[in-house]
Structure formats: structure tokens, C-alpha cells
């Protein structure tokens, strides 16, 4: 397992995350089985959100290890807040974020988090509620960091203004299959739809202001439509490149998928969202292979992608 330092944090993660959006199809043995083999293959850092599972998933995970501080210190919690669900809306008032953390904490059964993410942007936030929450939940231990999902840099921006806690996580969409952060950098100027820029250059924004990137649905396409490994359908030749080079490196076409995201220098973190230990198994392995250049830009480009 490769490990990387979270810039303007004391955390030294995994490049692998395990995600906990899909917990509630498990039994409590199964979420058990699963949690300790991620932690046997080396990964440390485990992901939530307060919606998974409308807080089962959370629940499920601290009891499937049976949460005690002597667990909780080898390893690293990170969990999400602002989507309003059932209702459907989005909230970062400060009512909300500081309810939603002590929900977290009591269902995680640990007293803090090591980062708490604003999972997506709220059109009507007040920045100076959201820092008045993130003061008050950092000055009683409750949050180490802060960081953001699925937000462009000016929303960051906006955020950072206000909030004297550096934005240290930006959780965004990212596989082979779904490229934006690559496709309008690599196209730019040409007069074609790969080269419209959809996300305000967050991946060099990101880079530039030293705040760590995890790529969520690693295997998906499009918005969960579903995952394009051994879709030979819709991505055949993009499976016959995948496959082809997983077979050099005596794996599978899921650590080639995962090796693909953490080739990129910006140590991007792959959030798995598996339930299969096997699946979890060849991601770990991927995350110890460095593509070639050659390789990275066939698989690129074998994913329908131009490369002028």
C-alpha cells in the first residue's frame, strides 16, 4: 500500500479508501470481514457520509469492528454532512452541521472525526454560518479538518474567505470513464464538446492550492450507470487495452482501473465502494503499480478520449 501526507494535516493516509456507502447490504459478520481486510491490506482511511444508509452505514460500521479507542487510533475517519435526505435540499446552516456531526460521532461511537466534508454546495449557504459551525466543532475536538465534495474552485474560494481552516479534501467524481478534470486541459481551444471546460480546472486548482483530491465511483461511468469493467458493450475496446495491460502486470482489470487514477501526480485517493473482498484485494494491488506514460495515455484514449 502506497501512503500519502495530506498537505496542511499531521495524517499520513492510504491512496485507498474504503468507502461505506453499501454497508446496509452486509450482515454485521460481512461488515466485519470486510472492514478488517481493508485494514490487513493496509488501508487506514474509511470514508462516510450521514445519508449512507440514512446513518445504518455508520452504525453498522461501529459495531461490525465493535468501536473501542484502541481501534479507533489506527485509523482515520472522514465523514460527510449537507445533504438534506428524505427531503431533498441541500443545508449548510449551522443548525445543521453541528447537528449532523454529533449524529456521526454518536453512530461512529468515537468522539471525533479527523475530517469533516461539506458533501455538496449548498446555493444558499451563509459562509459565515458554516464558519461559525466548523469554529465551534474544531475548538471542541469534535473535527480535526474540513474539507469539500463535488465543489468548483470559486465555491471553495468563497468558503476559504470566511473560514480560517485551511480546505484540506475535495471529493470529486473521477475514473477512466469519466474524465472531465483531464478532457478540457488536454483539448483546450479545439472546437469540440471534450474541450469544454465543466469544472473550472478543479484538478489544477486543487493542485495549485495544495488540497488532496479522492476520486468517488472509481469504476463507474457516467452518473451510477454503472461500471464500465467488463462492459464490452458500451467500452469494448477500452476492456481490450485494460485487460491487455492487466495481463503484463499478472492482475486484474480492476487494478488496472485503480493504478490508472493513482498514476496521476496529484496522489489522487481511489474511495472504494465495494462490498467484495476480492474486488478490494486487486484495488490494493493496483495502487502499488505505476503505469508507464504509454500505458496511462492508451488507456486514456481507449476510452473514447482525444488526444490532439
Not at 428524505?86 to 456521526?104: A, L, M, R, T, W
Not at 468522539?111 to 461559525?132: G, N
Request: aromatic share 8%; net charge negative.
Amino acid at each position: 500500500m502506497k501512503y500519502i501526507n495530506i498537505a496542511n494535516t499531521d495524517l499520513k493516509v492510504s491512496n485507498i479508501i474504503m468507502g461505506n456507502m453499501r454497508l446496509t447490504q452486509l450482515s454485521l459478520l460481512e461488515a466485519e470481514k470486510l472492514i478488517r481486510t481493508a485494514m490487513e491490506e493496509g488501508i487506514n482511511f474509511f470514508d462516510h457520509a450521514d445519508i449512507y444508509g440514512r446513518g445504518k452505514c455508520e452504525e453498522i460500521f461501529s459495531e461490525a469492528i465493535q468501536m473501542n479507542p484502541s481501534i479507533r487510533e489506527n485509523m482515520i475517519l472522514q465523514s460527510k454532512c449537507g445533504i438534506r435526505s428524505p427531503e431533498g435540499y441541500f443545508d449548510f446552516s449551522k443548525d445543521h452541521i453541528i447537528k449532523s456531526v454529533n449524529g456521526i460521532l454518536k453512530r461512529l461511537k468515537t468522539e471525533y472525526l479527523d475530517i469533516l466534508l461539506l458533501h455538496r454546495p449548498d446555493p444558499l449557504m451563509e459562509p459565515t454560518e458554516v464558519a461559525e459551525a466548523f469554529d465551534e466543532l474544531h475548538n471542541s475536538g469534535k473535527v480535526k479538518y474540513f474539507g469539500v465534495s463535488n465543489h468548483n474552485p470559486a465555491q471553495i474560494e468563497l468558503l476559504q474567505k470566511y473560514i480560517p481552516h485551511k480546505l484540506v479534501v475535495n471529493q470529486l467524481q473521477f475514473s477512466i470513464a469519466h474524465t472531465p478534470m483531464i478532457d478540457s486541459g488536454i483539448s483546450l481551444n479545439m472546437k469540440t464538446d471534450q474541450a469544454v471546460n465543466r469544472d473550472s480546472s478543479i484538478l489544477e486548482y486543487c493542485r495549485l492550492h495544495d488540497i488532496t483530491m479522492q476520486a468517488w465511483s472509481p469504476y463507474q461511468h457516467g452518473f451510477f450507470e454503472g461500471s464500465f469493467l467488463g462492459d464490452l458493450e458500451r467500452f469494448p475496446k477500452l476492456n481490450e487495452v485494460v485487460d491487455s495491460i492487466a495481463e503484463k502486470y499478472g492482475v486484474t482489470n480492476t487494478a488496472i482501473a485503480t493504478a490508472w487514477i493513482t498514476r496521476h501526480p496529484a496522489n489522487i485517493q481511489v474511495v472504494l465502494g465495494t462490498t467484495n473482498i476480492e474486488r478490494m484485494k486487486d484495488a490494493c494491488k493496483g495502487a502499488e503499480i505505476t503505469l508507464t506514460r504509454e500505458e496511462w495515455y492508451q488507456i486514456y484514449k481507449a476510452a473514447g478520449n482525444i488526444v490532439p
